[in-house]
């Protein structure tokens, strides 16, 4: 059990690095694909809601072979290691705050850009207003994309390989002592991961229905 606090400590910081960096990509997505007209977008927005479904374990399979020593990536000596955890966990929240804040902002702009246009605000003078009416859809996106990394656990296995005191997370400690029939361990970890998934998603409820 003197394992239990790293491995938590552990997991909630890749996943909230994973979620920061989601939200620093998906959101400048969310509000190009809200307020921009530019070619292609319709396919993007198609792709980037595609994305919301991507199987963790194929992630997790392409970024092995991208961070393999002969892999595009490999120089960068990241497979293993906490890096390729958080890169992994990144690529599957992006596509999840991208597709929800850009739905938030979306709505807001056709509700209320013709007056603000009216006004005489551009599109992009808009924007830091229509992020502050949809800051409830905005938080629900970004809450969301922390509960898709912190409850990851086959990308992360992949290419962090759960080494012991390194890699090893919540959710990949939990399929590993249930597998050696280490109940305790596995039972308490899994009581923290339910009490932050159910936080999570209850604070996404409540913003959603605060939002509505």
Request: hydrophobic fraction near 55%; glycine fraction near 12%; avoid cysteine.
């Amino acid at each position: 059990m003197e394992e239990f606090v790293p491995i938590v400590l552990r997991s909630l910081a890749v996943s909230l690095a994973a979620t920061g960096f989601a939200i620093a990509i998906g959101l400048p997505l969310a509000a190009a694909l809200a307020l921009g007209r530019w070619p292609g977008r319709p396919i993007v927005v198609v792709m980037v809601n595609a994305l919301l479904g991507l199987p963790p374990v194929v992630v997790g399979l392409v970024l092995y072979l991208l961070l393999s020593r002969q892999g595009a990536l490999g120089v960068l000596g990241w497979l293993f290691t906490p890096g390729a955890m958080v890169l992994a966990q990144t690529v599957l929240a992006t596509p999840i705050v991208a597709a929800l804040a850009h739905r938030a902002i979306e709505g807001r702009w056709r509700r209320y850009g013709p007056t603000m246009q009216a006004a005489g605000a551009s599109r992009w003078r808009a924007l830091p207003h229509l992020v502050r009416m949809a800051a409830r859809g905005v938080a629900t996106a970004v809450l969301a994309g922390f509960g898709r990394t912190v409850s990851e656990v086959g990308a992360v296995l992949v290419v962090g390989g759960n080494i012991a005191g390194f890699t090893r997370t919540m959710t990949t400690t939990i399929t590993l002592e249930t597998s050696k029939g280490n109940l305790d361990l596995a039972l308490g970890i899994g009581l923290v991961l339910i009490g932050i998934s159910v936080a999570v998603s209850a604070t996404v409820l409540v913003l959603a229905g605060e939002r509505r």
